[in-house]
């Protein structure tokens, strides 16, 4: 096998590597002031702590949505490729599309998509 291509380039970024660490390190300035230190975004000094907690939900939201979009990127290309696939391809994207909608009307069901208090149910 012809890895020794492979190890050239490894040792030479690990070498680069090195040396843009070093020399920053040497030739960089070193700051000691309390100003330094502090955080800073956007021209605006931070008050109070970066530990904010979110309820749990919005990560569920994100997670729902990172989900759906990567079956979108899916169903997209199929679309590009419907030619090629032909009928298997349309009916293995109809049975993925309908995993989608059982997988939708699972979360609408059991109110997983539902933000209010109580669980998703409502209380009269």
Known sequence: MHLWPLGVYLVI???LVVAMLGLSFV?????????????YE?????????RVRFSAR???VAMFFVIFDLEAVFIFAWAIAVRETG??????ALVFIGVLMATLLYLW???GLDWRQGGGRVVS
Do not use: C, K
Not at 87 to 92: A, T
């Open 13 to 15: 970024v690990v070498m």
């Open 27 to 39: 030739l960089g300035q070193r700051h000691h002031n309390r100003a330094t230190g502090a955080p």
């Open 42 to 50: 956007s021209g605006i000094l931070s008050q109070g702590s970066a």
């Open 58 to 60: 919005f990560y569920l």
């Open 87 to 92: 009928w298997p391809g349309y009916l293995e």
């Open 109 to 111: 069901r059991v109110g």
